[in-house]
């Protein structure tokens, strides 16, 4: 975990930065457990806790000298706050509570279906299952249904040192608590749409909504003046938060009184009271309105995770999503590139599928460019996110993209956008599979086309990436997969453009599950991939 940075509060040695009563003002990187990614990590008002892949639990509190580390902790699958404790849930729903190092646990859930999410709040430990039923657990022996809210439960957020929680089903949205518009109480909050739902936070004397409109997103607070919103006294009504709408805000994290939100492009902006440089901009005093967050520790992580305490945060390199990994390994293999800026092997394709534009054109611009930058331009080729998004922006407009234009390009889910774009695009497609067509009836073997992009193939898939690369240029552009059927290849390949499967009811779903239990082995798909368990909940879904 070389890579993660810490700041704020540290009374006590929350942090395990070092032993020290003042706030760390500057992050400041935590050295315990180098090497090793994020797993899941989580911090209350007291505690901080990281997981690692390797499954070894690193615990900070208040007044201890020295972190604990814990080994055992593989079966561990979600941390979260509330106030003083933080609740760890485990694979077989065992919940335990610890309340700086005073544990409880609860097995109540253990054979009850399965736990959607824990949801952080001051309250009592709260628990959302997957069928939509809410639990409330003032008592650990004897929860409840949560008796405010019925059966059927999409969404719930709260805060770990809030007095409010949000619920969305289908039809409503509500909200329940201080601090959540025209005072307290619960109450359908008729002004949002469910549907446009993306995220609620909520602090001490705050709330936020993240809301999908206009094309985008844009960001709602309500509360005291360290909302973000600009307002030097309490708003009891929702206010949109302009510096945060219409910028691609993808994720919101919230504090006891400070605000971090993460754009889909990779940008960091925050606000709030920052009484312990929590806001991690290196010095204390209130933001009122959000501002960008810089620094060279940013730019060490990439591209950033964030996990808040009451008021402290720690900073930490975001896992990539499947897709992201897939192109940024394939780029730094230097496989089937036919494209140079610079120094910098490329690929054609991606230039033109991800700016629009010719690639010489945009050769011509990088030419004026340092190295560097260039670097940086081509991981957003590949990645959707650039660690100098203001030189990104000007390379971007000196190739002819306008703002909109740009907005549209930026962030891994534009890069999923492209990948589905060319899978729609019969034109460009290089390259034909063959696929026997298996019919008793025929006297003569049948064999079906199927045409792809060699590069798209290659960056999802190690087979088909080991096949495109020995291949001669004077070799036709089949290949044979006579042993699989037509079905199970369309498939992988929707898959591996769109990164999901989409079945018809003339799919015959058990013949897919057959021939796709070892895709990943098969393929050589990304360790992660979900292809089988996509297929296993469609099937699952056809039963009921």
Not at 52 to 61: G, P, Q, T
Not at 416 to 441: A, R
Not at 469 to 493: G, P, R
Request: net charge negative.
């Amino acid at each position: 975990m070389e890579n993660i940075y810490a700041c704020g509060d540290n009374s006590g040695n929350i942090l395990g930065i070092k032993n020290m009563n003042s706030p760390q003002v500057k992050p400041e990187r935590i050295t315990v457990l180098k090497g090793s990614q994020i797993k899941l990590i989580g911090a209350s008002h007291s505690q901080l806790a990281i997981l690692s892949e390797d499954n070894k639990l690193y615990k900070s509190r208040r007044n201890t000298s020295q972190p604990e580390i814990d080994d055992k902790s593989e079966n561990l699958v979600e941390i979260k706050a509330g106030f003083e404790s933080l609740y760890y849930r485990y694979k077989d729903n065992l919940i335990i509570i610890d309340n700086n190092g005073r544990k409880t646990k609860t097995n109540y859930f253990v054979n009850k279906g399965k736990i959607k999410k824990i949801i952080d709040g001051i309250f009592a430990l709260r628990v959302l299952m997957e069928n939509g039923d809410l639990w409330e657990c003032t008592n650990l022996t004897n929860p409840q249904i949560f008796s405010k809210k019925s059966s059927g439960v999409i969404d719930v957020w709260g805060g770990l040192y809030a007095y409010q929680y949000f619920y969305k089903t289908k039809t409503q949205f509500f909200g329940e608590g201080s601090w959540i518009g025209n005072g307290n109480g619960e109450k359908t909050l008729t002004d949002f749409k469910p549907e446009q739902i993306i995220q609620c936070a909520a602090g001490y004397e705050n709330s936020w909504i993240l809301y999908s409109e206009d094309n985008n997103t844009s960001v709602y607070a309500t509360g005291s003046s360290f909302s973000g919103a600009g307002n030097s006294t309490n708003i009891a009504f929702y206010k949109k938060i302009q510096e945060l709408s219409g910028i691609g805000v993808e994720k919101l994290w919230s504090g006891c009184y400070h605000l971090f939100a993460r754009t889909s492009g990779g940008s960091i902006y925050t606000c709030g009271r920052n009484s312990s440089g929590e806001c991690g901009t290196g010095k204390i005093g209130e933001i009122k309105k959000p501002v960008q967050l810089k620094g060279e520790f940013l730019e060490n992580i990439g591209s950033v995770d964030i996990c808040v305490g009451s008021f402290f945060t720690v900073f930490y390199p975001k896992k990539n999503s499947i897709l992201t990994e897939d192109l940024l390994s394939f780029y730094k293999s230097g496989k089937l590139t036919d494209f140079r800026i610079k120094e910098n092997e490329c690929h054609k394709l991606f230039l033109e599928l991800r700016t629009s534009k010719k690639a010489q054109d945009v050769k011509k611009v990088l030419e004026n460019h340092k190295d560097e930058e260039v670097k940086d331009f081509l991981n957003w080729i590949y990645s959707g996110i650039s660690k100098k998004n203001s030189i990104l922006k000007e390379i971007l407009e000196q190739c002819g993209l306008t703002e909109e234009e740009i907005k549209n390009h930026d962030g891994i889910k534009n890069v999923y956008k492209d990948f589905n774009t060319l899978y729609q695009d019969e034109d460009s497609k290089d390259f034909n599979i063959i696929v026997k067509i298996d019919d008793e009836d025929e006297e003569e073997e049948e064999f079906e086309e199927i045409p792809v992009h060699k590069l798209i193939l290659a960056v999802r898939s190690g087979l088909f990436r080991e096949m495109f690369s020995t291949l001669q240029e004077e070799e036709d552009s089949v290949q044979d997969f006579s042993n699989k059927s037509i079905e199970s290849i369309e498939c992988v390949i929707r898959y591996l453009y769109t990164c999901k499967i989409e079945l018809t009811a003339d799919d015959d779903i058990v013949l897919m599950l057959e021939e796709l239990e070892d895709a990943v082995e098969y393929y050589q798909l990304n360790p992660r991939s979900d292809l089988f368990n996509q297929l296993k909940k469609y099937q699952k879904s056809m039963r009921k």
